[in-house]
T-cell receptor, first 113, second 113 residues
Framework: LAKTTQPISMDSYEGQEVNITCSHN???????ITWYQQFPSQGPRFIIQ???TKVTNEVASLFIPADRKSSTLSLPRVSLSDTAVYYC??????????????FGRGTSLIVHP | NAGVTQTPKFQVLKTGQSMTLQCAQD?????MYWYRQDPGMGLRLIYY???????DKGEVPNGYNVSRLNKREFSLRLESAAPSQTSVYFC????????????FGEGSRLTVL
């Protein structure tokens, strides 16, 4: 299985920028890096995806260096409502021939007042 | 537009009992997935269906069966529940096999005594 490594937990304060870094040394050449957010008692929610360089949307930015062995999710000016688990995903090729995102353990982000 | 709907949301079973978790999506997606989430383990893929009429095993298929009833519905069956199957189960869908953006249901919390 393709493996990702990210910190188990992080703490921040309201208004700060939070950067969560993920390593994925074995990412396939044609694979994307995808990040999900999960609130307690809810299913994960897609937030951003990228292949290389930088991607930005209304929620976050994603930075991917040229070697693509890592990526950084950046959350600008976090609020209490950003407290969640954040998953970095790369794909795995399953026996049926399908390429499916594989979840790791995620990073639990706690934002303090 | 409900997205992905799972039933039931909560269930308590005794060891050896059987049950079926139901999942339906109204987004006309071709691919559907079942994951389980255990504390500290992230989400693990149980089975997936790349398209109507096909199903394939994921990372942890033992003790489960699935049925892709039609394009909308993908059910997960536990034939003889075991305490190790106590978990939160998530159904997800994506437009096509290989898409990195999955849409998740709210989860079904199953306890096996």
């Amino acid at each position: 299985l393709a493996k990702t490594t990210q910190p188990i937990s992080m703490d921040s304060y309201e208004g700060q920028e939070v950067n969560i870094t993920c390593s994925h040394n074995n990412i396939a050449t044609n694979d994307y890096i995808t990040w999900y957010q999960q609130f307690p008692s809810q299913g994960p929610r897609f937030i951003i995806q990228g292949y290389k360089t930088k991607v930005t949307n209304e929620v976050a930015s994603l930075f991917i260096p040229a070697d693509r062995k890592s990526s950084t999710l950046s959350l600008p000016r976090v609020s209490l409502s950003d407290t969640a688990v954040y998953y970095c995903l790369v794909g795995d090729l399953w026996s049926g021939g399908s390429y499916i995102p594989t979840f790791g353990r995620g990073t639990s982000l706690i934002v303090h007042p | 537009n409900a997205g992905v709907t799972q039933t039931p949301k909560f269930q308590v079973l005794k060891t050896g009992q059987s049950m079926t978790l139901q999942c339906a999506q109204d987004m006309n997606h071709n691919s559907m997935y079942w994951y389980r989430q255990d504390p500290g383990m992230g989400l693990r893929l149980i089975y997936y269906s790349a398209s109507e009429g096909t199903t394939d095993k994921g990372e942890v298929p033992n003790g489960y069966n699935v049925s892709r009833l039609n394009k909308r519905e993908f059910s997960l069956r536990l034939e003889s529940a075991a305490p190790s199957q106590t978990s939160v189960y998530f159904c997800a869908s994506s437009e096509e096999q290989g898409d990195r953006e999955l849409f998740f249901g709210e989860g079904s919390r199953l306890t096996v005594l």
